[in-house]
């Protein structure tokens, strides 16, 4: 059953964090649970191998592994390739130092819902999980200062329409959402002010909203 059919006060999720950091698995767990109203039951691991004996004994009750492509078992897209072949019905979004798009493609192409670069602001990272969970009414309390690529496949919410974007159009909605102009994140980015002037045009036109001050509401 789909969290959303559920009703608010009955709803928990339960997530399985595989990633060999301490301090990631600690931040990552306060964030969430900061920003979350409701419960969020986790299980961890810090290797693949851990992880996949986690999930084979609770497949069934996990909404969601979270897992590191750099674990001291296993690097890069193979831990995913692994995981997604010895559990196809699993549901993983990928933590990653990387933003290379051929990575991000090739992470969806293996099955995974979500990718999330380690790089970006903890409270998107929290929407970005919360919206893969389906607890869309919790997401709009967040106040988001960085929006680097935390793509899910496919979407519906404003939080979804985010996560089809990409890398390019994530660092500029960044830069939007900390006040930067036009000239400015022409600046930062190294690019020409009409090419802005169309990534941001093409930001608003993904997240249906008619101007920045529209756009910056979305996330206060």
């Known amino acids: 059953m789909d969290l959303l059919e559920v009703p608010v006060e009955q709803r928990t999720a339960k997530l399985l964090l595989i990633d060999d950091h301490d301090l990631v698995r600690v931040g990552l767990r306060a964030a969430l649970e900061a920003t979350s109203d409701l419960p969020l039951h986790w299980r961890e691991a810090q290797t693949l191998s851990d992880g996949m004996q986690a999930y084979a004994a609770e497949a069934d009750s996990i909404d969601l592994v979270l897992l590191d492509l750099n674990l001291s078992d296993c690097k890069g897209l193979q831990g995913l390739r692994q995981f997604m072949e010895t559990f196809p019905r699993a549901r993983v979004a990928v933590l990653s130092g990387t933003q290379d798009e051929f ?98 045009s093409t930001i608003l036109l993904a997240l249906d909203v008619k101007s920045r001050s529209h756009l910056i509401s979305l996330f206060r």
């Open 103 to 200: 990575v991000v493609g090739q992470a969806k192409a293996l099955g995974a819902v979500g990718y999330l670069p380690k790089a970006q602001a903890p409270k998107i990272t929290c929407a970005s999980i919360l919206g893969l969970l389906n607890l869309t009414e919790n997401v709009a309390t967040i106040v988001p200062t960085s929006l680097s690529s935390a793509l899910r496949f496919p979407s519906a919410t404003t939080y979804d329409r985010i996560a089809e974007l990409g890398p390019r159009h994530l660092e500029i909605l960044e830069l939007i959402l900390s006040g930067c102009s036009n000239q400015e994140i022409s600046t930062s980015t190294r690019l020409s002010l009409g090419t802005v002037k169309n990534y941001v």
